[in-house]
């Protein structure tokens, strides 16, 4: 049990268009999903909390208008990368817990690519 | 004060070794430290955690100890494999903290490589 699958594991998308990436609990109610952002070779950076129905807490520093984050269900969390550029390529990975106080399961991240 | 100090960056071990990964804290607030292993293209996975009312906690081949004063704690992988070649993460968040629990604040990272 626990599953988080993220969807696509891969895109490639041109520069100026958005594209938007899919976080879902298979097997569980997320109450809470968070998206984390990680460069090649380097550490995970935590870029925004989501709580079911309500808006995401984004981290300092990550624009809000830039990576908009929906989480619409128990079980589904999306994040949008609005009018994407280079810079913006990287692995997102997200994780999902049943609630505050219990283990977030990663999914399998997502590579994204802007050209 | 919220980094989480994490070395080497890199480790090669023999096939039935120990593997050493440190971590240091600063934030006395974090009580919550899990490792995480992550393979190329994949999102990391648990392996353990432990919280800071004990000393050290054992899973299998892998042990966490952890020093609450000198704020730092370590995993020792026994038996190195070379199906354990991946990336390690430590990390540290604080429970109490509301929503904090999964609010992970995690380590630069550690290569390893187990060679046959």
């Known amino acids: 049990g626990a599953v988080v699958s993220q969807h696509p594991s891969r895109v490639i998308c041109k520069s100026g268009t958005s594209v938007k990436i899919e976080c879902r609990s298979l097997?569980?109610?997320?109450?809470?999903m968070f998206w984390y952002r990680q460069f090649p070779k380097q550490s995970l950076m935590l870029m925004a909390t989501?709580?079911?129905?309500?808006?995401?807490?984004?981290e300092q520093g990550v624009e809000k208008d830039k990576f908009l984050i929906n989480h619409a269900s128990l079980t589904l969390s999306t994040l949008t990368v609005t009018s994407a550029h280079p810079e913006d390529s990287s692995f997102y990975i997200c994780?999902?817990?049943?609630?505050?106080?219990?283990?977030?399961?990663f999914g399998q991240g997502t590579r994204l690519t802007v050209v | 004060q919220q980094q989480v100090k994490q070395s080497p960056q890199s480790l090669i071990v023999q096939k039935g070794g120990i593997s050493i990964i440190n971590c240091a804290y600063e934030?006395?607030?974090?009580?919550?430290f899990p490792w995480y292993q992550q393979f190329p293209g994949k999102g990391p996975a648990l392996l353990i955690a432990?919280?800071?009312?004990?000393s050290e906690k054992k899973e299998g081949r892998f042990t966490i100890s952890f020093n609450k004063s000198a704020k730092q704690f370590s995993l020792h992988i026994m038996d190195s494999q070379p199906g354990d070649s991946a990336t390690y993460f430590c990390?540290?968040?604080?429970?109490?903290?509301?929503?904090?629990?999964?609010?992970?604040?995690f380590g630069a990272g550690t290569r390893l490589a187990v060679h046959p």
């Open positions: 934030n006395t607030a974090f009580d919550y």
């Open positions: 990390a540290a968040s604080n429970i109490g903290f509301s929503g904090g629990y999964n609010k992970l604040i």
């Open positions: 432990i919280r800071p009312d004990v």
């Open positions: 989501s709580n079911e129905g309500s808006k995401a807490t984004y």
């Open positions: 097997d569980f109610q997320a109450t809470t």
């Open positions: 994780s999902a817990s049943k609630s505050t106080r219990t283990e977030a399961f």
